[in-house]
């Protein structure tokens, strides 16, 4: 069955601060992972995308990483601020013939002054 | 601007009532979704309509009928639901089903509350 877990399922952090946040997965066969923003009333916007031969990739003070081979993927925060309080969801592609999304649960990240 | 709106962003309503959620994308999409986001559970994907074509449906119950008269124009009525039906309803648009890696630009949902 595919499976999208993420962890923490919550975080507080002290802005300026740097966190990372955690997505395994078990989807196959493996197409991308997403990484989506999800501000409080809001619908999810992305982040970035990984794809199988893609190691790192960075938007702004967003960097995510991909592991193929262990199924993890991850999603850094480099100087934290409050505009960052959000949901953060993992969600991954697999490359069938429906290209089915599986989506984690989310990591909810408040951040404080 | 997210290029997908939904109306109304809230709506309240009692399980005898009949509603209907509206999604309008201007994006120049071809396929729609349906997604139900409750507390602490992942997206759900409800419907997938692909150039104005069902092809999906994720076992949703039936007190939820979705409409699409075109590609840019996506509705989901409502019916005697349950109080468990209460949730986030997100719509969401891409290029088209299964397309590379395209993402899904969502709306920012109908909060529906049932009494």
């Known amino acids: 069955k595919n499976q999208v877990e993420q962890s923490p399922q919550s975080l507080i952090i002290l802005e300026g601060k740097n966190c990372t946040l955690q997505c395994n997965y078990t989807v196959s066969p493996f197409s991308n992972l997403r990484w989506y923003k999800q501000d409080t009333g809001r619908g999810p916007v992305s982040l970035t995308i990984?794809?199988?031969?893609?190691n790192t990739k960075s938007n702004g003070r967003y960097t995510a990483t991909l592991d193929a081979d262990t199924k993890q993927s991850s999603l850094h925060i480099t100087a934290s601020q409050l505009s960052d309080s959000a949901s953060y969801i993992c969600?991954?592609?697999?490359?069938?013939?429906?290209?089915?999304?599986?989506f984690g649960g989310g990591t909810r990240l408040m951040v404080k002054p | 601007e997210t290029g997908v709106t939904q109306t109304p962003r809230h709506l309240v309503m009692g399980m005898t009532n009949k509603k209907s959620l509206k999604c309008e994308q201007h994006?120049?999409?071809?396929?729609m979704y349906w997604y139900k986001q409750s507390a602490k559970k992942p997206l759900e994907l409800m419907f997938v309509?692909?150039?104005?074509?069902?092809?999906e449906n994720n076992s949703v119950p039936s007190r939820f009928s979705p409409e699409c008269p075109n590609s840019s124009h996506l509705f989901l009525h409502l019916h005697t639901l349950q109080p468990e039906d209460s949730a986030l309803y997100l719509c969401a648009s891409s290029q088209e089903v299964g397309v590379g890696n395209q993402p899904q630009h969502f709306g920012d949902g109908t909060r529906l509350s049932i009494l």
């Open positions: 994006l120049g999409h071809n396929a």
């Open positions: 990984m794809t199988f031969s893609e």
């Open positions: 969600v991954v592609r697999s490359n069938n013939a429906g290209n089915m999304l599986t």
């Open positions: 309509y692909n150039f104005k074509e069902q092809t």
